[in-house]
């Protein structure tokens, strides 16, 4: 236990004992962000996975600050120390048996050896080698080859470095890739935290601390996502942006694309249909592509083919010194339309109902490690449930989860890590600057993606607080000019009397837990206080509603009849109850209902979790509950009610794409 902080720069000092309260190379540089596209393998790209195992250590140092001290990025992390193999993406809190890990607070290291194709590093014609991680948990300071090449902030987004000078300036083709960690949380960091320090020399030992945090998931650690290698020319395509428009026949692509490397180039672009065929063309950086009888993106359930995506061929020619270059670059176009109104949400024109869950990216061993064969499980899960949706809660997902959804149809709420923020010190300036940074590198990330609906800026935050006003006023009118083509909004537990940023918001998206952590035990006030509920906030605000949570927890295999709080009967009850409401009210201006949650999950240790939140309707092995067959009935029901197509069998949902 204990830890060392981020405090000033990675190559400046760093406090023996821990926090500073405010993390190095926090960047306000907001407009002018390169982009950030997926790095795909195209005729002219190549790509180099660095997965598996790394060196790994954790810096057990009083001050946590042994591997700045001694420069442990200078020479073989097994020069400095000793190190044990840690694979790469995984946590790496649950790899050993050693219960320090499991809770280690402060810098951890970890160290990839990695040979480079030789042609990568010819001089011309001038490679361009980026390193990208799709995410490392929370802040973050990475060298090659000893030479420090970039810093970033926050666990759940992607970020790179290019790194051909300093590879090229090293001998040989042998690049050493080290990477220092560090998951300490502060009242400014997405999500908060704050480390307490036990000074009562009768109850605790000396320099003792933990890290409180004001969420319900384990705070798991490590590098996450996958990171590669990737190449480009010297000129090449930075960044895409894609938005569409369509009528009743004809649809348009509006595009943005962003070269970097010289002002003297060309851009040609087609636009591909599913079966290779170019349906529209283009040129220059920027322009319109008009697609007659356009395949529209459908949502899951909603259309025969859903999740329709054209490809968009990106070419650009650019004329150097030495030679002609050529990049090209391939992204998936979906074409859709999204509108909000005072009483539903329209996709492509048509009353889109969300009945979907919210997930967590978390499961045994691995923690919030990717993991394809977790992935699919969990996609084939939601088919078969006939869920049409779900939420990031509460941190933005891999991109490989989001390009399923994309190819799915699977409709998302698209959450930042904005979790946990309670209290006022966390909703001043310093959190706001970074909120928006945030928002904008999830925007970079995510602004091409068809199955992303909405933002979701916050889950429960202290909304209520005289700070929330001009708090979510700018982080939502921030996050609407960024991206005008999506509604913004966020999660609220707040009174709707009381709420400051519920004003600012296109949906109204709210919490509630009536007979679980309200009424304990008694099912019978669901009726009355979830009708109130919707009322009360319909009558404030004239915005459509989505229930984006509910649930209670159930022990797998516990039983009670008369259901009793965590028996696999109550928590089938207690949907049935809130369920009849739903029915009523989406009728009106109920646009949604996630159930908490899809699967049970890690948390801190505490009276009131065994093992964790089971309000999973799966649990964390991901078999079905009791709920889950109660859950999958309705969700069938509902898509076969609302869509225009024949009724689809429940069973073979993995027929449907
Ligand atoms: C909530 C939170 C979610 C928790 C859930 C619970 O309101 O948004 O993160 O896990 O309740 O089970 O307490």
Redesign the pocket.
């Known amino acids: 236990m204990a830890a060392a902080a981020p405090g000033g720069s990675a190559a400046g000092l760093f406090p023996l004992l821990l926090l500073l309260p405010l993390l190095p190379g926090r960047s306000a540089a907001l407009p002018g962000m390169p982009g950030m596209l997926f790095p795909r393998d195209t005729p002219t790209r190549e790509r180099k996975e660095l997965g598996g195992l790394w060196s790994f250590r954790a810096d057990l140092s009083p001050g946590r600050n042994a591997g700045f001290a001694q420069r442990w990025y200078q020479q073989p992390l097994r020069q400095t120390g000793p190190v044990i193999d840690m694979p790469v993406p995984a946590s790496f809190n649950d790899m050993t048996q050693d219960p320090s890990l499991e809770n280690y607070i402060g810098w951890v290291w970890y160290e990839k050896e990695v040979l480079l194709p030789a042609r990568w590093l010819q001089d011309p014609p001038h490679t361009r080698v980026v390193l990208r991680f799709g995410s490392a948990h929370y802040y973050a300071v990475v060298w090659v080859n000893g030479e420090q090449v970039v810093e970033h902030e926050g666990g759940h987004l992607p970020f790179e470095a290019d790194i051909s000078n300093v590879i090229r300036g090293s001998p040989g083709t042998l690049c050493r890739i080290t990477v220092a960690l560090n998951n300490t949380l502060t009242p400014h960091t997405l999500p908060p935290g704050s480390i307490q320090y036990m000074t009562d020399k009768t109850r605790y030992p000396k320099n003792y601390f933990v890290q409180n945090t004001r969420?319900?998931?384990f705070n798991y650690a490590g590098i996450h996502r996958p990171v590669v290698l990737y190449t480009t020319p010297s000129v090449y395509i930075d960044d895409i942006t894609v938005t569409t428009t369509s009528s009743e026949h004809v649809a348009l692509v509006q595009y943005k694309v962003s070269v970097v490397g010289s002002s003297a180039y060309s851009l040609s672009l087609s636009l591909r249909d599913q079966e290779g065929k170019v349906v529209a063309t283009g040129d220059g950086p920027q322009g319109e592509l008009k697609v007659l009888n356009p395949n529209l993106w459908w949502p899951y359930l909603m259309h025969e083919n859903p999740g329709y995506l054209y490809s968009l061929e990106v070419k650009m020619q650019a004329q150097v010194a030495w030679a002609s270059l050529e990049d090209v670059y391939t992204l998936p176009v979906g074409i859709r339309t999204v509108h909000v109104t005072s009483t539903q949400f329209l996709i492509n024109g048509r009353p889109f109902y969300f009945h979907g869950v919210n997930k967590h990216e978390d499961a045994d061993i691995r923690g919030k490690g990717l993991d394809w064969a977790l992935i699919m499980k969990d996609f084939n899960l939601l088919r078969w449930l006939g869920a049409n949706s779900f939420r990031t809660?509460?941190y933005p997902y891999a991109e490989e989860i989001m390009d399923l959804c994309d190819a799915y149809g699977i409709v998302v709420i698209d959450e930042s890590p904005g979790?946990g923020i309670k209290l006022p010190e966390s909703l001043g300036n310093d959190s706001l600057s970074h909120h928006m940074v945030v928002m904008q590198e999830l925007i970079r990330r995510d602004k091409n993606r068809p199955s992303v609906v909405m933002w979701s800026v916050a889950?429960?935050p202290a909304s209520e607080l005289p700070p929330a006003d001009f708090y979510f006023r700018k982080v939502i009118s921030y996050t609407k000019a960024l991206d005008p083509s999506r509604p913004v909004t966020f999660?609220t537990?707040a009174n709707y009397a009381l709420d400051r940023g519920a004003p600012y918001v296109d949906v109204i998206c709210v919490?509630s837990?009536f007979s679980w952590?309200h009424d304990p035990g008694h099912l019978e006030v669901i009726p009355l206080q979830l009708t109130a509920q919707f009322e009360n906030w319909y009558k404030t605000y004239q915005k459509p509603i989505i229930q984006s949570?509910y649930?209670a927890?159930s022990v797998p295999g516990l039983h009670s009849d008369p259901p009793l709080m965590f028996s696999e009967e109550y928590q089938k009850a207690m949907l049935k109850e809130y369920h009849a409401v739903f029915d009523k009210k989406r009728k009106e201006y109920v646009i949604g209902e996630l159930i908490?949650?899809f699967a049970d999950f890690m948390?801190n240790q505490g009276t009131t979790r065994v093992l964790g939140?089971k309000?999973g309707i799966f649990t964390r092995q991901r078999q079905p509950k009791a709920a889950a067959f109660v859950l999958r009935e309705r969700y069938w029901k509902i898509a076969n009610e609302s869509s225009c197509l024949p009724p689809v069998k429940t069973s073979h949902s993995f027929c449907l794409k």
């Open positions: 969420f319900d998931f809660s509460h979790v889950n429960e999660v537990e919490n837990y952590y949570e649930g927890d908490w949650n948390t939140n309000k």
